[in-house]
């Protein structure tokens, strides 16, 4: 993309995209309920699941991508920094402290084996950046909130040295770096350079980074379908994640084709039944969902069990009440905060200039 390209109206909303993240909280919450449960210790399923929702976790990929699409195309359409920072943390933080506190109220309560953290440890977790100084989580899917912090403020790099609108740029020096970092945390003999290394990939989320380029190459092409640039990236992107060293991208490489697949067809088809009003809200909870679904929801499951309900009694009600907590959370602390903190910010943003000289009243 060219620096002289002038921003592309899009709908207000792609609905289908939506419902795609409706889908894919809901496979990440069957996942930790069916697959991940019984695999702690004292936390053991009374009921053999037939079915165990394996490959739930890949929602969490899908994620990445979609991040990758809908980041980039809110920096393309030449966003101003500050805007981009604020609206960032009014989407995230909210529901974040939200969740934090009623996970800690929830677990404190009924208890977990696993959970036994120390009040400045939670009180870290409020940042947002705990992971950075290698603190735990309240939740264990925060891990995913520090791999989206990095590419936002990757982006935001690229967009305050105005390069923003050179994707293959962004994404060809994104590439070579990890690529380099991961080849000397193989090779390199000297501790000193290899943890460099490592600490290199980790910042530059090494091991996700094919999901963000994925998606920001998508966008190009849904932007602009003749720009070849965007093909670049997708050939780059691909060549890197058969890279023989360092890359952690997990999934198999017809699996991952098989992801992209989904995210294109549902960018470019839209297809109706991803817009259906059901798929819409789950979307609509979407982050909500993703941020209290696991630890509250183990809990809900262990309370099940030890009144000796079955399983799947465990498993619908933890999936009743984490939607239903969801819900809560989306109607009364991410609408009505995020609104009121995005008037405090335009009410900021538009207050009158006051004359340097002008004494106060």
């Known amino acids: 993309m060219s620096s002289n390209t002038s921003p592309v109206s899009f709908p207000p909303r792609l609905l289908a995209l939506d419902g795609l993240r409706g889908l894919a909280a809901l496979s990440v919450m069957l996942y930790h309920y069916l697959a991940r449960y019984g695999t702690f210790d004292g936390l053991q399923h009374q009921t053999e699941f037939p079915y165990t929702f394996e ?12 991040s990758g699409f809908v980041i980039y195309m809110s920096l393309d359409n030449r966003k101003a920094p500050l805007d981009f920072v604020v609206s960032r943390a009014i989407r995230l933080y909210p529901t974040y402290w939200a969740g934090i506190i009623l ?9 977990l084996p696993f959970w036994n953290y120390r009040p400045w440890e939670i009180a870290a977790n409020f940042t947002m950046f705990q992971s950075f100084a290698l603190l735990p989580s309240v939740d264990g899917v925060y891990w995913s909130l ?169 498993v619908t009600a933890a999936v009743v009440f984490s939607l239903g907590a969801s819900w809560l959370v989306y109607q009364f602390i991410d609408v009505p905060m995020g609104d009121w903190l995005r008037k405090c910010y335009r009410d900021w943003r538009h207050r009158p200039c006051q004359p340097a000289n002008q004494e106060l009243q």
């Open 103 to 111: 996970t800690t109220v929830v677990v404190s309560l009924v208890g």
């Open 55 to 66: 490959w739930g976790w890949l929602g969490v990929n899908l994620f990445f991508v979609i």
């Open 146 to 314: 520090a791999e989206e912090l990095k590419f936002y403020l990757l982006m935001l790099f690229f967009r305050l040295i105005g390069l923003i609108q050179r994707p293959l740029l962004i994404c060809g020096t994104w590439l070579f770096f990890v690529s380099l970092y991961a080849v000397g945390m193989e090779r390199l003999e000297m501790d000193w350079a290899r943890r460099t290394c490592e600490i290199g990939y980790l910042l530059l989320s090494g091991s996700y980074c094919f999901w963000f380029i994925s998606g920001i190459a998508i966008y190009g092409i849904f932007r602009n379908p003749s720009w070849k640039s965007n093909y670049a990236i997708m050939v780059l992107n691909s060549a890197y994640f058969f890279l023989p060293v360092g890359v952690s991208v997990y999934p198999t490489p017809l699996v991952a084709g098989l992801i992209l697949l989904i995210f294109v067809g549902t960018i470019f088809l839209r297809p109706a039944w991803l817009q259906h009003r059901i798929l819409i809200f789950l979307g609509t909870l979407s982050y909500p969902i993703y941020i209290l679904h696991q630890n509250i929801g183990y809990c809900v499951i262990k309370t099940c069990y030890q009144a000796n309900l079955s399983g799947y009694v465990g």
